[in-house]
Nanobody, 126 residues
Framework: QVQLVESGGGSVQAGGSLRLSCAAS????????MGWFRQGPEKEREGVAA????????VYADSVKGRFTISQDTTQNTLYLQMNGLKPEDTGMYFCAAGTIPTLDPALATARYGYWGQGSQVSVSS
């Protein structure tokens, strides 16, 4: 069974940076796409960023464009999310996922992403 394990979360003040990692138990080359989603306090789950395993095409939520960068290291079977200029509204549980067609729509992600990590907490204080 594919296992995805996130790490790198923590607490930081506004304007700070964090780098999330998602280690996969199998070669991520076997996936079509991977992505990051988050769930903030009293908020609906939202897509943050997604990347095609082959080709490297990426998509970002408008709220994080210019601040977050999604990347991958296929030799290490690891997905990353570099988060700069963090804001309090970025606070939430961040989940990585692997599946087929990339999407930032949580409703579509349920069907398209078959594997999910346990989540990593990110807390940004003002």
């Amino acid at each position: 069974q594919v296992q995805l394990v996130e790490s790198g979360g923590g607490s930081v003040q506004a304007g700070g940076s964090l780098r999330l990692s998602c280690a996969a138990s199998v070669d991520i080359d076997n996936t079509v796409s991977m992505g990051w989603f988050r769930q903030g306090p009293e908020k609906e789950r939202e897509g943050v960023a997604a990347i095609l395993t082959h080709g490297g095409l990426t998509v970002y939520a408008d709220s994080v464009k210019g601040r977050f960068t999604i990347s991958q290291d296929t030799t290490q079977n690891t997905l990353y999310l570099q988060m700069n200029g963090l804001k309090p509204e970025d606070t939430g549980m961040y989940f990585c996922a692997a599946g087929t067609i990339p999407t930032l729509d949580p409703a579509l992600a349920t069907a398209r992403y078959g594997y999910w990590g346990q989540g990593s907490q990110v807390s940004v204080s003002s």
